[in-house]
C-alpha cells in the first residue's frame, strides 16, 4: 500500500510568515510523529500522536510551534512567525499500533523549509 | 538524559567488505533499538527494529545486536555492496513516560565497487 507521504516537498518563506506542512501516514496507522532535521544537528523528536491526542508534547521547541491531528489520520504541523532557525527538513513517521516495544516507524519524504 | 552515539561518523570501504557499525546509549531504560538508512535528500528506512528483551535480529545480510546492559548496539552489514551506500543511524525509544525517539547523529558509509 501507500508509504507516509508530506507535503509540501519543498517550502521557501520570508521570515515573520506562518506555514503549515502536512503528513498522511500510511492508512490504518493509529501512531503518528513529527521530527525535525536541521544541517549538522541530527534528527530532533517534535511531537508524538496517539490517534487525535497527543501524549507527548515534550519536543516542541516554542509555543510558535503546534500540530494537530484530525479523524486519526491527516497531521498538520504549524510554525508562526518562522525564523531563519526553523529551517529544516521536517519529517513525518507513523506506526501501526503505538505500542512502544514493538512498533516500527514509517518514515515520509520530508519536507524541506527555508526561511529566508 | 538519554545520548545515542554512533562509530564511527564516516566509513569508506571496498566492495564485498564486512563491516560493523557502533552505536551506544546512555540509558539502558529503552524499549527498544531501531536501525535506519537514509539516502541523500531522502526519508529513513527502517532496517531492524530489536525489543528490549531481544538480543539480535537479522534482515538478509544484516544482523543487528543488543547489548543493553552495556547500552550498546551493532549493525554489521555483511558481503558490503555499493548500493549500500547511505547514512545509517539508530535511535531508541526510552522507558520514561514519553514517546521520545532519541537517534544517533549517524554513520555516513561509501562503498567504493
Known amino acids: 500500500g501507500a508509504g507516509v507521504s508530506q507535503s509540501p516537498s519543498n517550502k521557501v518563506t520570508e521570515k515573520g510568515k506562518d506555514v503549515e506542512l502536512r503528513c498522511d501516514p500510511i492508512s490504518g496507522h493509529t501512531a503518528l510523529y513529527w521530527y525535525r532535521q536541521s544541517l549538522g544537528q541530527g534528527l530532533e523528536f517534535l511531537i508524538y500522536f496517539q490517534g487525535n491526542s497527543a501524549p507527548d508534547k515534550s519536543g516542541l521547541p516554542s509555543d510558535r510551534f503546534s500540530a494537530e491531528r484530525t479523524g486519526g489520520s491527516v497531521s498538520t504541523l504549524t510554525i508562526q512567525r518562522t525564523q531563519q532557525e526553523d529551517s529544516a527538513v521536517y519529517l513525518c513517521?507513523?506506526?501501526?499500533?503505538?505500542?512502544?516495544?514493538?512498533?516500527?516507524?514509517?518514515f515520509g519524504p520530508g519536507t524541506r523549509l527555508t526561511v529566508l | 538524559k538519554q545520548e545515542v552515539t554512533q562509530i564511527p561518523a564516516a566509513l569508506s570501504v571496498p566492495e564485498g567488505e564486512n563491516l560493523v557499525l557502533n552505536c551506544s546509549f546512555t540509558d539502558s531504560a529503552i524499549y527498544n533499538l531501531q536501525w535506519f538508512r537514509q539516502d541523500p535528500g531522502k526519508g529513513l528506512t527502517s532496517l531492524l527494529l530489536i525489543q528490549s528483551s531481544q538480543r539480535e535480529q537479522t534482515s538478509g545480510r544484516l544482523n543487528a545486536s543488543l547489548d543493553k546492559s552495556s547500552g550498546r548496539s551493532t549493525l554489521y552489514i555483511a558481503a558490503s555492496q555499493p548500493g549500500d551506500s547511505a547514512t545509517y543511524l539508530c535511535?531508541?525509544?526510552?522507558?520514561?513516560?514519553?514517546?521520545?525517539?532519541?537517534f544517533g547523529a549517524g554513520t555516513r558509509l561509501f562503498v567504493k565497487a
Open positions: 513517521a507513523s506506526s501501526q499500533y503505538g505500542q512502544l516495544s514493538t512498533d516500527t516507524q514509517y
Open positions: 535511535a531508541v525509544i526510552g522507558d520514561t513516560g514519553g514517546f521520545k525517539t532519541i
